[in-house]
C-alpha cells in the first residue's frame, strides 16, 4: 500500500430511491487504494445501481460519496469520469461499426484539448496530441493482448473480445478507480481465466483500485481483497473472502439456504 | 526405381568447409556485420503497432551487454542456455550472447508443458534459462526444484512479474545494467571470450521431438551451420537485401538457420511478428522476399482464401475460381513440360491483373523471390495453386541433423512429386534396404549423452535418414515415408501409412489423417477434420453444431468425409504397388489430435506407436465390424493438468474400386 492514507472511495450511508422503491437502502463503504473489492449479492441486491452512483448516473436521495477525501456526491458522470474513475457495462456497450483501436481511442477523449480545425487538419499540437494518445493507446492493446483484432469493427467481435476491449476503453482514461459492472459475465471458463488475469495485473501494474461486480463465486473468491455483500439492498457483510464465506448471514441471504 | 547401393548424385563442390580464424563463429560473424553492415536494419520486430527496427551495430551491442551481463553471473564456457518464448529480437541476441562466451544456448518450444520443458533442462543439463514472458517464468520455476543445474532464470517482459521474489530471477534488463558494470571492471573480457570461439564449438542443441521415446539433443557446431548456410545461400542466390519473416518455433532447427544462420551468413533482415495472432497481417505488411512454409501453413493460407472466395458475391466468386483453376491448369502443364494452349498463355495476363495481382498482394507475397515447403509432402492442389498464382514456391528436403538442407528444387526444375537434387557439398546414397543416406558437411556431432541414438543414426559420416525413398533419372530425391512406417498387410500387400495419409489430408476438410493395416487384412483410419474448412461448409448447409466433438459425429459430415475417402481411393487403385492397400472403414475421431496430448510431435508429426496404444479400443472396433464404439480420453491443459472426456465415436465403411486393369 503506497498509496496516500485514508480511502480512496467512501460511500457513506448512500440511498437510492426509484419511487417507492429503495433500491440501495444506506449503505456504507470504503474501498482502498490498490484494493480489489468485489460487491455480490443476489439479482436485484442493488449492485448496479450502487455502482452507477458512483459513477454520477444516478444520484443519492441521502448520503454521501467522497473520492479522495472530497465530497462527490452530486457530479455529472462526466466530470466523475474527469476525476479519475472509469467503468465498464454489465451489457457491452461499444461503438460497434468503429474499429477496436478507434474505441479505445475514445477512452482518451477527456484527456484531448486543442481546437477542432487542428485536429481535423491533423497539424501541429493536434498531430503531437494524437501520436501520444496513441502510444498510450498501443500500450493498453498490447497489455490485454488484442493487436490481431486492433483495425476490426468491434461489433464483429465475440462477445469476450469485446468485454476485454471494453475493459481497454475504461483503461484508456488512466483511472484511479475502475469500476466492472459483471466483467465475465456469459464468458467461458477460458475466457474467464484471461479476464481474471488481466484483471489482477491491472491491479498490479497500473496501481488501479478496482470495484466489480461479479456472480462467478470462483472468480471473487479468487482475485478479491476484500467482497461486500448486498441484499434488499442494504449491505449485510463486508470482508476478506474467507470471512464473506463462513458468513452465516451471507449463506442464508446469498448462497441461499435451500442449496445446502 | 531406380535402388542400388552405389548409386551416387553429388552436387559439384564449390566450397571447401575452411572458415577464416577470424569468422568461424556467429558471434564473430556479427561482430563483422556491425562493421560492414553497420547501419543496415538486421532485425524488426512489431511492438505497440509499430516495426521497430535495430540495426547490425544495435544486434551486436545487445547481444554483447547480455553476454557480459550472463559474465556477471558467473556465466562458463560450456554453460547451456534454454531459450524459451516466441521469436524476439531479444531471444536472438540471447542465443548469440551465450554463443560469445563459448555456451550452448538450447531453444525450447514455447508451447511445451513443463514435463517436457524439464526433461530438456535436466538432460542439456542447462544452467540458465533466457525466456519471453511471466507464462514461461511460472513454468521454470515450477520445474526449477527438479532441474539440479538451473540456476538463473532471465525474463524479457517485466508484465505480471513485480511480486515475484524467486532467487535467481533476473529481467533482461537488469542483465543489461549488470553487463555494463561487469564491463568496466572486466574492460577485455567478452573479446578475450569472443576469440577463443572456433568453429568446432557447439553452436546448438536443437532438441528434435521424435516420434517415438523421449527428445534426442541433436549438437551442431559453428562449422555446420555456417558452411551449410552459406553453401544453400549461394545454390539459391540469397541476397543481403531479403526479407524473412521469423514466425516459426525458435526451437526447430529451420527457424534457427533461416533466423539466424543464414540472416547473419548473409546479412539479410528478419522481421519478428507482433504475436502469433497477427502473423497473416504481418506477413502482408512485411511482403517478405524468402519465405518458409511447412504444407500446413501453406494449407491455412489456402483455406483462408478458398473460405473467403466462397463469402463473395456469386459474379466475382466465378470470376475467380476461373482464373485460378485456369492458373493451375498451365502450371500442372508447365510442371509436366506439356505444351500450353495459346488461349490459355493470352488469357493468364488478364488473370493476374484481376486475380494473381491482387491476391498476392493481400497476402503479402507480391516480393517472394523464393518459398519453401518442406517437413512433410505438400497436396499437389495446394502447391499448384501457389506457384500457379506466380509464386516462385519449391519442396525441400532437410534435417535437423543435416543443418537443414539436403536437397533443393532447382529454380526452373520444379517438380511436384521429389525434393529437388543435393545442394552443394552433399552427397546423396540409397541403401539397399531403400533407405536415404547422406553425408554433407552440415552432418551434426552427435546427440546429446545419447552414443546409441548417434552410432544408430550416424555410420561412417553418412546419416541415416529414416526415409524410404529413391532417386529418379534425373537425380531427383523423391521420399515415399519414413522407412521404419512401410510395412505389410496381413496378406503381404505394401502399405505406406504416411502416403496415405498425405494423400487423405490433401482434402481442404481433413486436417489430420491416421493410417493403420500393419499386419491387418485392410487399411482403416482415424480422420481429424479441419475445423474451419467443415465449420463453413456446415454453416453454409445450416447444420448447427457447437464444439469440434458435435461436428466430427455429424452423419453429413461422415458423408462427406466418406466422399473424400473414396476419392484417395479412386487415386490409389490407379497406383500398380499401393492398389491394394485402400482405406475400407474410417472413424471421425471425437478430439483433435494435441502435442500436448502426446499424440503428434510439436511439429505436427503423428506418434503411431503411442496412438496404437492409446486407441486400442478404437483400432478393434474398426476391424471387428462394429459400427459405433463408446470413447473416453485424456486431455491434458497446458498447465499440465489432466481431464476426461466421453464420446461416441461412430464408424463408416467405404468403397474400395477395384484396380484398373491395364
Redesign the interface.
Known amino acids: 500500500m503506497n498509496g496516500p492514507a485514508g480511502p480512496l472511495l467512501e460511500v457513506d450511508g448512500v440511498s437510492v430511491r426509484f419511487g417507492a422503491l429503495l433500491a440501495v437502502n444506506q449503505v456504507s463503504l470504503r474501498i482502498r487504494h490498490r484494493e480489489i473489492v468485489a460487491i455480490i449479492g443476489p439479482n436485484g441486491a442493488g449492485k448496479t445501481t450502487l455502482l452507477n452512483a458512483v459513477s454520477g448516473f444516478y444520484h443519492p436521495y441521502e448520503g454521501r460519496i467522497a473520492f479522495e477525501g472530497r465530497d462527490r456526491t452530486h457530479l455529472s458522470p462526466p466530470d466523475v469520469a474527469a476525476l479519475g474513475i472509469a467503468r465498464t457495462f454489465q451489457n457491452v456497450a461499444l461503438f460497434k461499426g468503429m474499429s477496436v483501436l478507434d474505441n479505445i481511442m475514445t477512452g482518451r477523449l477527456l484527456k484531448m484539448g486543442g481546437s477542432f480545425l487542428l485536429e481535423a487538419l491533423y497539424w501541429g499540437p493536434a498531430k503531437r496530441q494524437e501520436l501520444e494518445h496513441r502510444a498510450v493507446v498501443e500500450q493498453i492493446i498490447d497489455f490485454l493482448e488484442i493487436q490481431a483484432i486492433r483495425k476490426t469493427p468491434a461489433g464483429r467481435l465475440p462477445y469476450g473480445l469485446q468485454k476485454r476491449v471494453e475493459l481497454a476503453r475504461a483503461l484508456a482514461a488512466e483511472p484511479k478507480l475502475l469500476l466492472l459492472d459483471e466483467p465475465m459475465a456469459g464468458m467461458n471458463v477460458e475466457e474467464k481465466e484471461d479476464m481474471c488475469r488481466f484483471i489482477l495485473d491491472v491491479n498490479q501494474e497500473f496501481g488501479t483500485t478496482i470495484a466489480l461486480i461479479e456472480h462467478d463465486m470462483g472468480v471473487v473468491m479468487d482475485i478479491s481483497d476484500r467482497v461486500a455483500v448486498l441484499d434488499y439492498g442494504r449491505k449485510i457483510a463486508d470482508g476478506s473472502p474467507a470471512e464473506v464465506r463462513s458468513d452465516q448471514a451471507v449463506l442464508d441471504a446469498y448462497l441461499g439456504v435451500a442449496h445446502e | 526405381m531406380d535402388r542400388g547401393g552405389d548409386l551416387k548424385a553429388v552436387a559439384e563442390s564449390t566450397s571447401a568447409s575452411a572458415l577464416d580464424p577470424g569468422r568461424d563463429t556467429f558471434p564473430k560473424l556479427v561482430r563483422e556485420n556491425a562493421r560492414r553492415l553497420a547501419d543496415k536494419v538486421a532485425i524488426r520486430e512489431?511492438?505497440?503497432?509499430?516495426w521497430q527496427a535495430y540495426t547490425w551495430s544495435q544486434y551486436f551491442e545487445q547481444a554483447r551487454l547480455i553476454a557480459l551481463g550472463l559474465a556477471s553471473l558467473g556465466f562458463a564456457r560450456g554453460d547451456r542456455v534454454a531459450i524459451v518464448g516466441d521469436n524476439r529480437p531479444q531471444l536472438y541476441w540471447a542465443v548469440m550472447a551465450a554463443q560469445a562466451l563459448g555456451g550452448v544456448p538450447v531453444p525450447i518450444y514455447q508451447d511445451s508443458i513443463e514435463r517436457e520443458m524439464e526433461y530438456i533442462i535436466e538432460h542439456s543439463e542447462a544452467r540458465f534459462a533466457v525466456v519471453e514472458d511471466q507464462e514461461q517464468v511460472d513454468k521454470l520455476l515450477g520445474v526449477r526444484a527438479r532441474c539440479r543445474h538451473l540456476q538463473h532464470v532471465v525474463y524479457d517482459d517485466p508484465?505480471?512479474m513485480?511480486?515475484y521474489r524467486e532467487p535467481g530471477l533476473v529481467s533482461l534488463a537488469e542483465l543489461s545494467e549488470l553487463g555494463k558494470k561487469f564491463e568496466v571492471s572486466h574492460p577485455t573480457h567478452f573479446d578475450a571470450e569472443l576469440a577463443r570461439g572456433a568453429a568446432d564449438d557447439l553452436a546448438i542443441i536443437c532438441y528434435t521431438s521424435g516420434t517415438t521415446g523421449a527428445p534426442k539433443g541433436a549438437m551442431l557446431s559453428h562449422r555446420n551451420l555456417i558452411t551449410t548456410a552459406r553453401n544453400a545461400a549461394r545454390f539459391e542466390s540469397l541476397r543481403e537485401d531479403e526479407e524473412v519473416l521469423s514466425y516459426l518455433p525458435m526451437a526447430w532447427v529451420g527457424d534457427h538457420v533461416f533466423s539466424y544462420a543464414q540472416a547473419i551468413v548473409t546479412g539479410f533482415t528478419i522481421n519478428c511478428p507482433?504475436?502469433a495472432?497477427?502473423v497473416l497481417?504481418d506477413l502482408k505488411e512485411i511482403a517478405p522476399t524468402y519465405f518458409f512454409g511447412p504444407p500446413r501453413i501453406w494449407e491455412s493460407i489456402l483455406t483462408g482464401v478458398m473460405v473467403r472466395v466462397e463469402d463473395a458475391a456469386r459474379p466475382k466468386r466465378a470470376l475467380v475460381l476461373f482464373f485460378l483453376r485456369l492458373a493451375q491448369d498451365i502450371e500442372r502443364r508447365r510442371l509436366g513440360r506439356q505444351a500450353i494452349p495459346l488461349w490459355q498463355r493470352l488469357l493468364y495476363p488478364l488473370g493476374s491483373l484481376l486475380v494473381y495481382g491482387p491476391l498476392k498482394d493481400n497476402l503479402g507475397f507480391s516480393y517472394v523471390r523464393r518459398a519453401y515447403t518442406a517437413g512433410e509432402a505438400i497436396g499437389p492442389e495446394i502447391f499448384l495453386f501457389f506457384r500457379g498464382l506466380g509464386i516462385n514456391v519449391k519442396q525441400l528436403y532437410g534435417m535437423t541433423e543435416a543443418s537443414v538442407f539436403v536437397t533443393i528444387q532447382r529454380d526452373g526444375d520444379v517438380r511436384l512429386d521429389t525434393v529437388g537434387t543435393p545442394i552443394t557439398d552433399v552427397e546423396i546414397r540409397i541403401s539397399d534396404a531403400g533407405e536415404v543416406l547422406f553425408r554433407s558437411p552440415g552432418v551434426f556431432q552427435g546427440y546429446a549423452k545419447n552414443p546409441d541414438a548417434t552410432r544408430q543414426t550416424l555410420e561412417g559420416g553418412w546419416i541415416h535418414s529414416g526415409d524410404a525413398g529413391f532417386l529418379d533419372h534425373d537425380g531427383h530425391l523423391v521420399i515415399i515415408d519414413r522407412a521404419k512406417d512401410v510395412s505389410r498387410l496381413a496378406d503381404g500387400t505394401m502399405f505406406a501409412p504416411k502416403f496415405i495419409e498425405n494423400k487423405l489430408k490433401f482434402s481442404p476438410y481433413v486436417r489430420e489423417a491416421v493410417c493403420l493395416g500393419q499386419a491387418r487384412p485392410c487399411v482403416t483410419a482415424f480422420i481429424n477434420i479441419d475445423l474451419t474448412a467443415v465449420g463453413n461448409w456446415a454453416e453454409r448447409r445450416n447444420i448447427a453444431y457447437t464444439s469440434y466433438g458435435d461436428l466430427a459425429q455429424k452423419p453429413e459430415v461422415y458423408e462427406l468425409i466418406r466422399g473424400e475417402v473414396g476419392r484417395v481411393n479412386a487415386s490409389l487403385a490407379e497406383d500398380e504397388i499401393l492398389r491394394g492397400a485402400q482405406v475400407k472403414r474410417f472413424l471421425i475421431l471425437h478430439k483433435e489430435l494435441d502435442p500436448d496430448d502426446e499424440e503428434i510431435t510439436r511439429t505436427r508429426k503423428v506418434r503411431r506407436g503411442y496412438i496404437a496404444q492409446k486407441y486400442a479400443a478404437l483400432i478393434d472396433a474398426l476391424y471387428s465390424g462394429q459400427d459405433r464404439v463408446q470413447v473416453e480420453a485424456k486431455v491434458t491443459y497446458e498447465d499440465g493438468r489432466t481431464g476426461t472426456m466421453r464420446a461416441d465415436v461412430v464408424i463408416r465403411d467405404v468403397g474400395t474400386p477395384a484396380p484398373v486393369a491395364r
Open positions: 512489431k511492438d505497440f503497432g509499430i508484465r505480471g513485480r511480486g507482433e504475436s495472432a497477427t497481417a
